[in-house]
């Protein structure tokens, strides 16, 4: 048994199972209360104390405010933390909020970051229009390349952040290399695993500081929830942060919490499938004449096969691509799909497909980040993989330069 480094729950010692056992028992053993097979949705905000000052000991230890702590919450905090691989685990309202609360934890006003610059545009407006008033500086470096992201590093700069695979463009940073980047210097190395999920990559096992999820993507997996994580590898960090989460208060309530938990069961079938309907999705386009180019880590002659050959159990189920006949001929191709649902975010069971300079993007437009006017991304879902590859072939037959 170990010991949980919150309220005193046993988990089980998990070390020896593999990642879709602890997907479904991690944090998750039956209820104190009542045995119930699942974690309740504890929808309370407040709990009975024995005396003044004094906690209730016995079920459902050391509860008293649901800020500070919540145990269905609790119960996915805990489970991000084993599937991480992590010291301490938190949920938030949302990714950006789990950012938010990080950068405000381990940064103070005339501190530096280093962004990737290929970010998600939300992140990038984060430290754009946000942190940059409260005196956090940041500067973009590509993440592929360490001795761009090692020349961005200033005596001041405490984050290096980074996305593997990036969105929207599939880049892959090399998590080990970034990492001894960083530790030369005063910094720490988060890196947002939303695009991988842990089942697919453990940043942390490579050296990486933080871990930050969109738990709104494949991590929840059904498109009907938001919500944001944070796994810190060293329980001091972790502490830290969490005097943050309650302090700055974008936790995540009970009910999203339940339905994320619920998603993280089936996540290893689902990334399986997502990644085998993506191969299929990759070949069609490789060889269709309306497709100039497709970004997907899976491809021997994608610059970062090798790195992510060596960091990822898989390459995942998002793919983007350039169409021949530039921005025009690319927003044809996204609104001509029929079973391709056109919206924003992804790692849902369905297939989504977006233009991201019109889109997720847009934010970036005039940046550093910028994303090709002629790039769609999609999102591909876990539906049957001939009636993807019929939806595509007719959306791009459709949409001739
Ligand atoms: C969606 C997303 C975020 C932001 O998460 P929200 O849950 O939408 O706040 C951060 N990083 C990546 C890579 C994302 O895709």
Redesign the pocket.
């Known amino acids: 048994m170990t010991s949980d480094p919150v309220h005193g729950f046993a988990t089980h010692g998990f070390d020896a199972y593999g990642f879709d056992t602890l997907a479904i028992h991690a944090g998750q053993d039956p209820d104190p209360a009542t045995g119930a097979v699942v974690p309740p949705i504890y929808q309370v905000s407040t709990y009975a104390q024995d005396g003044v000052g004094g906690l209730r000991t016995g079920l459902g230890v050391g509860y008293e405010y649901s800020r500070s702590g919540n145990p269905t919450r609790h119960a996915l905090e805990e489970c991000l933390r084993v599937l991480e691989g992590g010291a301490r685990g938190l949920a938030f309202a949302?990714?950006?909020?789990a950012?938010d609360t990080l950068v405000r934890t381990v940064c103070a006003p005339g501190d530096h970051v280093v962004i990737p610059d290929d970010a998600?545009g939300?992140?990038y407006r984060l430290f754009a229009q946000v942190l940059s008033r409260w005196g956090v500086a940041w500067s973009a470096a590509s993440v592929t390349d360490p001795a761009a992201v090692r020349a961005a590093v200033r005596p001041e700069t405490k984050l290096v952040w980074v996305?593997t695979p990036t969105?929207p463009l599939l880049s892959i940073a090399d998590i080990e290399a970034l990492a001894a980047v960083a530790h030369q210097g005063d910094a720490l190395l988060v890196v947002?695993n939303?695009?991988a999920s842990p089942y697919l990559q453990q940043p942390l096992t490579h050296g990486a500081d933080v871990v930050?999820h969109?738990?709104?993507?494949y991590l929840g997996g059904h498109s009907d929830v938001?919500?944001?994580a944070l796994v810190a590898a060293d329980a001091e960090v972790g502490e830290r942060l969490a005097y943050h989460q309650n302090a700055m208060g974008a936790i995540a309530g009970p009910f999203d919490a339940w339905l994320t938990l619920r998603g993280i069961k089936t996540l290893g079938v689902r990334m399986d499938r997502h990644e085998s309907n993506a191969q299929q999705v990759v070949e069609l386009l490789t060889s269709h004449p309306q497709v100039a180019q497709v970004m997907y880590p899976g491809l021997d002659d994608h610059p970062g096969h090798a790195v992510a050959r060596r960091q990822m159990r898989g390459f995942g189920g998002m793919v983007s691509f350039r169409v021949v006949g530039g921005e025009a001929a690319a927003v044809r191709v996204a609104e001509s799909t029929n079973i391709f649902v056109l919206a924003e975010?992804?790692g849902g069971v369905e297939s989504l497909v977006e233009h991201p300079g019109r889109m997720t993007h847009a934010s970036a437009a005039g940046s550093p980040l910028e994303v090709p006017g002629d790039l769609v991304r999609l999102s591909v879902g876990i539906e049957s993989a001939v009636d993807l590859l019929a939806d595509l072939r007719s959306a791009l037959d459709r949409a001739p330069a």
Do not use: I, P, Q
């Open positions: 949302s990714g950006l909020a950012e998600y939300g992140t996305e969105n947002d939303t695009f930050v969109s738990t709104t993507k938001v919500g944001g975010s992804l």
